[in-house]
């Protein structure tokens, strides 16, 4: 999908790293509703890495494409929105998954998207849910992680609870 990702806004102060030569990348978008929940996807159980958990959009980022390309790619292909707005870092990673593919660096980022919100267009192969979390129901979102493994319970918990506040 080539796609003009120029116009992807992206807000004053945000880091983004970029990949030094042999690094792996994968890039992640916390995608709120007007409610100010969170946008999750569910792992199909026969996926290879990550089977059957809650997942935020994103993926890894090619060979010469920038991690804000990379991320409206991402966007794009697993939920048919399109990334209109960068907002912040949420955090940098570095993780070893199960499937021989060595280390990651991940960078996670707050986004804004425009598409219908209420109706993601799923990569089914890959994803057998969707759900929005708001405050009461970031506990789902630990269903059958590893032990010690909440990397994204963490991430949406940080951006829901702080926009709770903010609410209030």
């Not at 945000?14 to 030094?20: L, Q, S």
């Not at 994968?26 to 199909?44: P, W």
């Not at 269903?143 to 010690?148: A, F, I, L, S, W």
């Amino acid at each position: 999908m080539a796609r003009d990702h120029r116009h992807v806004a992206v807000d004053a102060g945000v880091e983004i790293p970029v990949p030094a030569g042999g690094e792996t990348w994968t890039v992640g978008a916390v995608i709120l509703n007007e409610q100010g929940a969170a946008f999750a996807q569910k792992r199909s159980p026969d996926r290879r890495l990550f089977p059957d958990v809650w997942d935020i959009v994103g993926g890894h980022v090619e060979p010469g494409e920038s991690l804000i390309s990379a991320l409206a790619r991402e966007v794009e292909e697993e939920t048919g929105w399109r990334l209109r707005r960068v907002r912040r870092l949420l955090g940098v990673s570095s993780w070893t998954g199960d499937d021989g593919g060595g280390l990651r660096h991940e960078a996670d980022y707050l986004v804004e998207v425009d598409g219908d919100l209420g109706d993601p267009a799923l990569e089914w192969d890959k994803h057998c849910a969707y759900d929005w979390f708001g405050p009461d129901d970031l506990p789902r979102l630990k269903e059958k992680c590893p032990p010690g493994d909440h990397l994204i319970h963490d991430l949406i918990a940080k951006v829901v609870v702080k926009q709770e506040r903010n609410r209030l």
